[in-house]
Nanobody, 125 residues
Framework: QVYLGESGGGLVQAGGSRGLSCVVS????????MAWFRQVPGAEREFVAR????????RYADSVEGRFTISRDNTKNALYLQMDEVKPEDTAVYFC??????????????????WGQGTQVTVSS
């Protein structure tokens, strides 16, 4: 059974930093593109960042470009998101996701086949 487990969420002050992790079991992520999405109550899940299987191609939402960094360690079957200079509007539940299919639109929720349960990040002003 495939399991994606996010961790690292919590309370952080505006301007501070937070690191999220996503450890995967049940599949070898080395052939999967991985991504982070986030969601606030009452809103649709939105794309944050994506990384190709080998880690060379990165994509970011405009709202986090230059502040967030996505990375991965295929030897640990893990995905990471380093969040710097966080803002109150970054408050959300953050989800990791995986897909085998590179020809899908990377920013779409329905492009991903596997999802974690999410971890809450709250940024205080």
């Amino acid at each position: 059974q495939v399991y994606l487990g996010e961790s690292g969420g919590g309370l952080v002050q505006a301007g501070g930093s937070r690191g999220l992790s996503c450890v995967v079991s049940g599949l070898n992520i080395s052939t999967y593109a991985m991504a982070w999405f986030r969601q606030v109550p009452g809103a649709e899940r939105e794309f944050v960042a994506r990384i190709s299987a080998a880690g060379y191609i990165l994509r970011y939402a405009d709202s986090v470009e230059g502040r967030f960094t996505i990375s991965r360690d295929n030897t640990k079957n893990a995905l990471y998101l380093q969040m710097d200079e966080v803002k109150p509007e970054d408050t959300a539940v953050y989800f990791c996701a995986a897909t085998l299919y590179y020809n899908r639109v990377y920013s779409r929720v329905d492009s991903y086949d596997y999802w974690g349960q999410g971890t809450q990040v709250t940024v205080s002003s």
